[in-house]
């Protein structure tokens, strides 16, 4: 996180998105709508540990997700960036943002890497100022 009169940006590492989150997933309402829970509940506790506890509330800011898969297989990006739907709710459920529409939030097209040891998400989010 860095601070001053520079805009500030949160660094949210998460673990991949379950295919449960998947827009093409063709799972139980019930399993989806688990998955959804801890996700962003998920979501919410590391954005809340990377604020140092305290709410930004930024009013306008801009994501970039890189995904760190543990293989080469090509996937859908678009999807990918779906899956991280509950990620961004549990955003601002931990007050980091106003709301993830993209009139506040905008997202950056995703970068896809591997990462065989330790697959994960790492979702920077930085401050735009108006």
Same mark, same amino acid.
Request: hydrophobic share 35%; no cysteine; aromatic share 12%.
């Given at each position: 996180m860095?601070?001053?009169s520079e805009a500030q940006s949160v660094i949210i590492?998460?673990? !991949?998105?379950?295919?449960?989150?998947?827009?093409?997933?063709?799972v139980n309402w *019930?399993?989806?709508a688990k998955a959804v829970a801890r $996700?962003?509940?998920?979501?919410? !506790?590391?954005?809340?540990?990377a604020q140092g506890g305290a709410r930004r509330r930024? *009013?306008?800011?801009?994501?970039?997700?890189?995904? $760190?898969?543990?293989d080469r297989i090509r996937r859908d990006g678009d999807n990918a960036e779906a899956s991280l739907?509950?990620?961004?709710?549990?955003?601002v459920?931990?007050?980091l943002i106003v709301d993830d529409s993209t009139a506040v939030l905008t997202r950056d097209r995703?970068?896809?890497?591997v990462d065989r040891r330790n697959p994960r998400v790492v979702i920077e989010v930085r401050e735009v100022r108006t």
């Open positions: 860095t601070e001053g590492d998460l673990p !991949l998105p379950r295919s449960a989150l998947s827009p093409n997933s063709r *019930r399993t989806r $996700y962003r509940d998920a979501a919410y !506790l590391v954005t809340r540990q930024w *009013r306008r800011a801009v994501a970039r997700a890189t995904f $760190y898969w543990p739907k509950p990620a961004f709710d549990g955003m459920d931990a007050g995703p970068v896809h890497q």
